[in-house]
Nanobody
Framework: QVQLVESGGGLVQAGGSLRLSCTAS????????MGWFRQVPGKEREFVAA????????FYADSVKGRFTISRDNAKNTVYLQMNSLKFEDTAVYYC?????????????????WGQGIQVTVSS
């Protein structure tokens, strides 16, 4: 069983920055792509960013491209999401997930293990 634990969320003013971290248990972290998703109450969870197993490729939702950066440190079993120029509409619960299934990297169905989620609130 894999456990994913997010940290780094909180309250920030619009235009500010936050860095989320997600640390995984187990010894196979470096074998998998990882992703970040977010969800607002009453809406479906949406893809934010993903990174391949060695950090050589990354993918972003159009809404965060140029503002967010995903990275990973396989020695620490940790994936990061650096969020800059935050907007009110970035307010959501953010989840990290392991891509353990086949399918499009932007699709929830391609991810088999999820963190518990962490709140990010951007004040306008």
């Amino acid at each position: 069983q894999v456990q994913l634990v997010e940290s780094g969320g909180g309250l920030v003013q619009a235009g500010g920055s936050l860095r989320l971290s997600c640390t995984a248990s187990g010894r196979t972290f470096s074998s998998y792509a990882m992703g970040w998703f977010r969800q607002v109450p009453g809406k479906e969870r949406e893809f934010v960013a993903a990174i391949n197993w060695n950090g050589g490729s990354s993918f972003y939702a159009d809404s965060v491209k140029g503002r967010f950066t995903i990275s990973r440190d396989n020695a620490k079993n940790t994936v990061y999401l650096q969020m800059n120029s935050l907007k009110f509409e970035d307010t959501a619960v953010y989840y990290c997930a392991r891509r353990g299934r086949s399918g499009t990297i932007t699709s929830e169905a391609a991810y088999d293990f999820w963190g518990q989620g962490i709140q990010v609130t951007v004040s306008s």
